[in-house]
């Protein structure tokens, strides 16, 4: 049609369906609002199971929480994992819970996820806690659900994406510094545990650090001061997003890190609250931003390498 915009491509048929068990808000790009979006920008269909609905994230003032009865949810997840389009899925993305209640009945989707196709990945993002802005760190979801996370998804789980207090909280040890850091992260066990807000190396940058049976590499890019919430959410979604499409671990930390850095100068420099998912959406799928990569040094490990750029989009 003369004039008409070219539609857009839509999903990519050949890409599996990916669970998404998070929160939900009425406003904002956080929780599964963010990965939702990011997974369908490109292409993954996704089963969105809200745990918590909240009218925006509570960073920005009060906001009622809507939790549904154990039993209800819980009826809703086991028709999920009774449903016989089970096999559409490939993977698992599970991030805040409302309840500790919901950590189990995702624990019985995952399970009948694999059985319908044994090569689904479970990346388990456990939003529980973070650094007060004193600088210590803390719980924000009550223990029992912090704890249910720990014993039902972390051990089985393919990928780990805490932040540097979650990691130190999962593994029961400090995460001061970056040997602190990978310690902790090889302490809980599972292939692939990508760390987020890791120590930095260089001065004024935030730092992901992934640790996998290959070693231990670091990403790092200048700090944006005023970030938006939920770039947490976003480098999860992202990770796993490139891991599905067939990166490898570190070529997916580059990507997703340097999406997620790109993602939050443009918000900032619009002078947004939240991360401009929509307005930026392109960046999702075509960045061109670079984040620095080293190998790191381990004990017992070869010598790692000095830093190194991302290879540019389309390289990897």
Known sequence: MTG??????GPD???PAVVVVSSLVARGSVGGRGAV????RLGFPVWFVPTVTLPWHPGHGRATRVVAPDEAFAALVDDLAGSPKLGEVGAVLTGYFGAPGQVEAAARLIAAVRAARPTALHLCDPVIGDVRPDGSGGLYVPEATAAAIRDRLVPGADILTPNRFEAGWLAGLPTGSTAETIAAARA??????L???A????????ANLLVTARGAVQAEHPLVEGAPNGTGDLLAALFLARILDGAGAEKALERAAATVFDMVARSVRAGADELLLAAEQDVLAHSMATVS??????????????????PKPGTL
């Open 13 to 15: 048929r050949g890409k």
């Open 37 to 40: 979006f990011a997974l369908q």
């Open 188 to 193: 809980l066990g599972r292939p692939t545990v």
């Open 199 to 206: 120590p930095a190396m260089m001065a004024r940058a935030f």
């Open 4 to 9: 008409a915009a070219a539609p857009h491509p």
């Open 293 to 310: 990569v080293r190998t790191l040094a381990e004990p017992g490990r070869p010598r790692g390498e000095g830093p190194r750029r991302a």
């Open 195 to 197: 760390v987020t807000s």
